[in-house]
Each structure stands twice: as C-alpha cells, then as structure tokens.
C-alpha cells in the first residue's frame, strides 16, 4: 500500500502496520480504564464523605443496598464462640496481628460480622487471643465496609468448621457462609472507635492512590498512544523519487 501527500509518500510496511493495529488500541484501552478507575474513586470517596453525615439503620432487608462505608446502627448479640481472626493485619504501625471478627445475630436471625479491631500477634501463631465478649443485646454503631481483599490471592483461607476461633487469611465471603450458612449478611461493621468491646481501632478509607494519579496514568497511556501513531507516521513518510512518481503515471 502507498500514497502520495504532496511531494512525499505514504508506503507503511506491513510489519509496521501490524505492530500498529495492535498496541494502538491497547494503549488507548489502557488510559480509557485509567479514567474509569479515577471515576470509581472519585465515587467511592464521595460515598464516604455522604456516609459520615448520616446513620442509618442496618436489617437484613437493608444490608444490601446501603453504600459502602456508610453510618449504620443495629441492633442484636454478639456470638462470643464463633469468632474469626483476620491473619496477616498489621497495626496502624505496621505491628504484625489480627483484626477481630466477631457475629453479631440480629433479631431475624441474620448475622453480620462486626470488625472489633487489631490485637498483636502472640509468641506465636498457636496462641491465639481471648476474645470473650458480653453477648446481652446490645445497640451498635460503626461503618460499613467489605471484606479486606489481598493485592494478588493464592489458594484459599483455610477454613475448618470445627475449629474456633478461626485465624484466616483474607477469606472469602462464600467462604465465610461456610461457616455462618446463608443467613451471612455480605457486609461488615467497623466498630465505632468510641463503642466498647472493641481493640484498635484506626479505620481509614481503603481506596489506594487518588483519582489524580489514575489521571496521571491515563494520560501517560495517551501518549504513548500518539507517539506510536507519530513514530508510524513518520518513519512510512519519505519524499517520493521521480521513479515513484512516475510509477503511477
């Protein structure tokens, strides 16, 4: 393929043109999803911000549809013999320990996992904690927000149905309901840092780097994507020769 512009003329290498129809869509897709990671973020920051402002109630009927770090206040007894220990959550420091989930059984019989806290890891991993808490009813309130998720996940948590406390690393809520059954609500509670029964406490929004910086990144694929369509452009673009030119006479 060729084509005259002017005095010059277009004839691209079908290798070229390839490696072209290839990466120039991947780098465009790429700052594409680059926006679309900021537009999520920007949400989810927006969420927590509205969710601060407001309390509102948590039920089975409602645990699905409020947002993400959401104010919620509930009511039920927490189940003191059937406790998990998060594994592998560091401190606010950076200390090696657990985060504590504990049920909390509403009145319809749903249960919700309420996150107590972090507790240091002992002389070992075989001693686990005492997590013994009051199971009268009680009214709570905390922030909702999902499971921990690890940045790359290998194999399973390793659960034991037979075994408690449970010390697991990042489990699974399908995994979770094999112990709680059905009636596991997908949510988890952060327990108010005021409320008691509680260990540290230090919750943060959990949304990584900015929508800036996924900003940045897109248009740092952009780029990319203009340099390969120039560089394409350029390197296919000579000045035509008269034996070119009347080569299409």
Not at 11 to 25: D, E, H, K, Q
Not at 58 to 63: E, G, I, S
Not at 85 to 114: C, W
């Amino acid at each position: 393929m060729q084509l005259h512009i002017g005095t010059r003329l277009f004839r691209p290498s079908l290798a070229g043109t390839v490696s072209t129809l290839i990466l120039l869509p991947l780098l465009i897709y790429l700052g594409l999803w680059q926006l679309q990671r900021a537009d999520e973020k920007r949400a989810l920051m927006a969420q927590a911000t509205a969710g601060k402002h407001s309390t509102l109630a948590l039920t089975a009927a409602t645990a699905s549809q409020l947002s993400r770090y959401q104010q919620v206040q509930t009511q039920g007894r927490f189940d003191t013999a059937h406790q998990v220990l998060l594994d592998n959550m560091p401190s606010k420091e950076g200390h090696p320990g657990y985060r504590v989930l504990t049920p909390l059984r509403l009145a319809d019989q749903s249960i919700v996992l309420v996150d107590r806290g972090w507790l240091p890891l002992g002389s070992n991993r075989q001693q686990l904690p005492q997590l013994t808490v009051d199971e009268q009813p009680r009214t709570l309130t905390g922030m909702l927000d999902v499971l921990p998720q690890p940045g790359v996940r290998a194999g399973t948590a390793g659960v034991t149905p037979d075994r408690w406390p449970q010390a697991l690393n990042y489990p699974r809520y399908a995994e979770l309901q094999q112990l709680y059954g059905p009636q596991l609500q997908a949510r988890v509670i952060l327990l108010d840092a005021a409320a008691p029964d509680g260990f540290e406490r230090v919750w943060q929004i959990n949304v990584g780097f900015g929508p800036e910086r996924h900003l940045g990144y897109a248009v740092q694929w952009f780029a990319l994507a203009a340099a390969v369509l120039i560089i394409y452009v350029v390197v296919n673009l000579k000045r035509a020769s008269k034996k070119d030119d009347n080569a299409d006479v």
